[in-house]
Nanobody, 128 residues
């Protein structure tokens, strides 16, 4: 069955870096919109980043711009979220997500809102 599996979470000191990985099973990511969400304890799910399948435009939440980089490796059929300059407020469960098919929108909502296939999440904890 189609699924996404995240990995790479862990405990990191503030100011440190971490790379999360997302590997799909049963489908390829090269023609889909892909992205990341996160959810901190007691908080609502938050958009982190998304890359459009239509033109490969990458979007980032204001809170992570300049610190996080979303990328995909077509050969490995894997997507990554490279995180640097980590802060306590980055502590959350991070979820990889993908669209079910090609998308055509070039707006942030057109990318994020079509992410319907979800991974199980990986916990990132930042210590001060």
């Amino acid at each position: 069955q189609v699924q996404l599996v995240e990995s790479g979470g862990g405990l990191v000191q503030a100011g440190g870096s971490l790379r999360l990985s997302c590997a799909p099973s049963g489908f390829t990511l090269d023609y889909l919109a892909i992205g990341w969400f996160r959810q901190a304890p007691g908080k609502q799910r938050e958009r982190v980043s998304c890359i459009s399948a239509f033109d490969d435009t990458t979007y980032y939440a204001d809170s992570v711009k300049g610190r996080f980089i979303l990328s995909r490796d077509i050969a490995k059929n894997t997507v990554y979220l490279q995180m640097s300059g980590l802060r306590s407020e980055d502590t959350a469960v991070y979820y990889c997500a993908a669209s079910k098919g090609p998308t055509t929108s070039t707006t942030p909502d057109g990318c994020y809102n079509y992410l319907e296939v979800w991974g199980q999440g990986t916990l990132v904890t930042i210590s001060s």
